[in-house]
């Protein structure tokens, strides 16, 4: 159980268009979902905190305006990266913890998005 | 605020040698700690948590992990190694909220078994 999925797995563009990364929990309705970034041998740094049917909370640094992000469903949350750049290029993974019990202190992790930006 | 140091960037053991891989955290109350396993370009896989209760805590795959209150640790621990052991290494404190965990990961520990 607490499975999390992310597609695609990789995915290549040219600067200056949107790419939209899809984060589903498959057996589980996820209250939240978080979604992270991790650069080359580094650690994964939180870039928002998403709660289904409200805004999402940025963390400091993170343009919300760059990265959109839309959690409309207990089971799906999407990240936008709009307007690519080379520098956008990055690791994204994303995480969701459950409505209650055990599962709601948990995070469990998709598999992570590989964006390559042009 | 939280923070979260693995001291230890690389590990090299041995197949079937003990294996400790080192966790200090900085939290004001009482943490959530946690131990994840990241393959190369795979996400996390949760290892084991420590919320409450007994401090020596099992996980999968063999690995254990000790929460020190006195020491600000929480180490993870193998007693013997398997070459599909080698990965990456992330220790996370955890501030649970209304919203769920928020997690601060340590720097991550690769670790490379030889044979």
């Known amino acids: 159980g607490a499975v999390v999925s992310q597609h695609p797995s990789r995915v290549i563009c040219k600067s200056g268009t949107s790419v939209k990364i899809e984060c589903r929990s498959l057996?589980?309705?996820?209250?939240?979902m978080f979604w992270y970034r991790q650069f080359p041998k580094q650690s994964l740094m939180l870039m928002a905190t998403?709660?289904?049917?409200?805004?999402?909370?940025?963390e400091q640094g993170v343009e919300k305006d760059k990265f959109l992000i839309n959690h409309a469903s207990l089971t799906l949350s999407t990240l936008t990266v709009t307007s690519a750049h080379p520098e956008d290029s990055s690791f994204y993974i994303c995480s969701a913890t459950g409505t209650s019990g055990p599962i709601h202190q948990v995070q469990y992790f998709g598999p992570g998005t590989r964006l390559t930006v042009l | 605020a939280q923070s979260v140091t693995q001291p230890d960037i690389h590990i090299t053991v041995s197949e079937g040698a003990s294996l400790e891989l080192r966790c200090n955290y900085s939290y004001g109350a009482t943490p959530y700690l946690f131990w994840y396993v990241q393959s190369p370009g795979q996400g996390l896989q949760l290892l084991l948590k420590y919320f409450s209760g007994d401090t020596l805590v099992q996980g999968i795959k063999g690995f254990e992990a000790e929460f020190k209150r006195s020491q600000s640790s929480f180490n993870l621990r193998k007693p013997s190694v398997h070459w599909s052991d080698a990965a990456e290494y992330f220790c996370a404190v955890g501030a649970f909220g209304e919203y769920g965990n928020k997690l601060v990961f340590g720097a991550g520990t690769i670790l490379r078994v030889k044979s």
């Open positions: 998403s709660n289904e049917g409200s805004k999402a909370t940025y």
């Open positions: 057996d589980f309705q996820a209250t939240t």
